[in-house]
């Protein structure tokens, strides 16, 4: 037997479903809905995402990123010198 979708009512009168494994397990349950329609859009929803799902796990510490050494002056390409004509034409060339 395959697993299944069960819908049901809580106490407040909203529907919810459980996802019941082949053993008779819960293995998943639903938030409350107002409507039946809508915890059917619920099952489907997770029927067309679940196969696909990424698995986040948010309970490992994450290392902080590496940084990158800092540049030496050698690695440093020397900054253009400009001369006094080319800044001059510069400020006379209309952009």
């Known amino acids: 037997m395959a697993a299944k979708f069960v819908i049901f009512s809580d106490k407040a009168k909203k529907f919810?479903?459980?996802l019941v494994a082949p053993n008779g397990e819960i293995i998943a349950t639903g938030e409350s809905y107002e409507?039946?329609?809508s915890c059917l859009n619920g099952i489907k929803s997770i029927q067309?995402?679940?196969p696909i799902a990424a698995i986040?796990?948010?309970t490992i510490k994450k290392e902080p990123?590496?940084?990158e050494p800092a540049k030496k002056a050698a690695d440093k390409k020397p900054a253009k010198k400009t001369t006094v004509k080319e800044k001059a034409d510069a400020v006379a060339t209309p952009k």
Do not use: L, T, V
């Open 48 to 50: 067309k995402n679940a």
């Open 56 to 58: 986040i796990d948010e």
């Open 65 to 67: 990123a590496a940084k």
């Open 16 to 18: 919810r479903f459980r």
């Open 35 to 37: 409507s039946k329609a």
